[in-house]
Nanobody, 126 residues
Framework: VQLQASGGGLVQSGGSLRLSCAAS????????MAWFRQAPGKEREFVAG???????LYGDSVKGRFTISVDNAKSTIYLQMNSLKPEESAVYFC?????????????????????WGQGTLVTVSS
């Protein structure tokens, strides 16, 4: 499984960005996908996750502002980020892990994910 993240950049506080993560092959259909972020000196933090057919799950700090979506035809997941705050400056990573059960809870720990993209830097200026 290969993941290629893109879309990061510099944005002003209150602004928006959309991140993309292109997945190889049919990853979208068989894997649980997620976005994490990691700021310097901090632990990697769950931002959002979903499977191709499930309702999304969001970290508490981004609910109502971020949206994770899936384009099955393009094998790509997106993270639309609105009302960005300076403290959300971080490297954003997409991640994937195989779905292992019919009843599946979206994992929120980095250790639960088997595959990672290279990360894309988001800088929010104040």
């Amino acid at each position: 499984v290969q993941l290629q993240a893109s879309g990061g950049g510099l944005v002003q506080s209150g602004g928006s960005l959309r991140l993309s993560c292109a997945a190889s092959g049919p990853t979208i259909y068989s894997h649980s996908m997620a976005w994490f972020r990691q700021a310097p000196g901090k632990e990697r933090e769950f931002v959002a996750g979903r499977t191709w057919s499930s309702e999304p799950l969001y970290g508490d700090s981004v609910k109502g502002r971020f949206t994770i979506s899936v384009d099955n035809a393009k094998s790509t997941i997106y993270l639309q980020m609105n009302s960005l705050k300076p403290e959300e400056s971080a490297v954003y990573f997409c991640a994937a892990t195989p779905i292992r059960s019919v009843i599946w809870q979206i994992p929120t720990r980095p250790s639960n994910y088997a595959y990672w993209g290279q990360g894309t830097l988001v800088t929010v200026s104040s």
